[in-house]
């Protein structure tokens, strides 16, 4: 079955700091990988997205470029913020859409002035 | 503000009890999809409506059933409570025309059994 793996967190940075947070993930064919955004007493917030191979999806200063031949999609931004403070999910979907999504665990980000 | 919203925002119940659960979709929206997701955990993917019928399951038993209506609120109904049905209950609305899809999530109801 699907599955997605998440670097274990929390991470806790320094303003401008480079952040990455590892994603890989396991599926047949070819899913489409997502990154959600959950901040405190809010819902999940679509961040960016790649439906195939090599495509790389940007937001807000965050990338992610999604790798076929490592199957990972990892998730960077060169100088995190303050505002940045949240839970970070990586996901797939079987279509191109986000519907059904297979979640990773989330990661805990914490940014510090 | 996505425009998706749930009730109760909280709710406490006891092993056994039913509940059901609540989401208003955002307008114009014509699928909804429930998560679950258990404290410290990712959200799992319980079921999906489409115009009114269940067009996707993920693996949780039949105790978990929902309904959508004809306009697009829908409902999450939990049968014989467990204690591992503590979760945050999601429910995320979108408007399903070919592959351009944005899903939209609510902020959840958390529910505890006891």
């Keep these: 079955g699907n599955s997605v793996t998440q670097m274990e967190g929390p991470v806790t940075l320094s303003e401008e700091a480079f952040l990455t947070i590892n994603c890989t993930y396991t599926a047949t064919g070819y899913p489409s990988l997502f990154w959600y955004v959950q901040y405190p007493g809010e819902g999940l917030q679509l961040l960016l997205k790649a439906t195939k191979a090599d495509d790389k999806g940007s937001n807000k200063g965050f990338e992610a470029t999604y790798r076929k031949e490592t199957t990972s999609f990892h998730l960077e931004k060169g100088s995190v913020q303050v505002s940045d403070s949240a839970v970070y999910f990586c996901a797939l979907s079987k279509t191109t859409s986000a519907r059904q999504l297979t979640f990773g665990s989330g990661t805990q980000l914490t940014v510090l002035p | ?114």
């Design chain 2, 1 to 114: 503000e996505t425009g998706v919203t749930q009730s109760p925002t909280h709710l406490i119940k006891t092993r056994g009890q039913q509940v059901t659960l609540r989401c208003s979709s955002q307008s114009g929206h014509n699928t909804v999809s429930w998560y679950q997701q258990a404290l410290g955990q990712g959200p799992q993917f319980i079921f999906q409506y489409y115009r009114e019928e269940e067009n996707g399951r993920g693996n949780f038993p039949p105790r978990f059933s929902g309904l959508q209506f004809p306009n697009y609120s829908s409902e999450l109904n939990v049968n014989a409570l467990e204690l591992d049905d503590s979760a945050l209950y999601l429910c995320a609305s979108s408007f399903t025309s070919g592959a351009k899809e944005t899903q939209y999530f609510g902020p959840g109801t958390r529910l505890l059994v006891l």
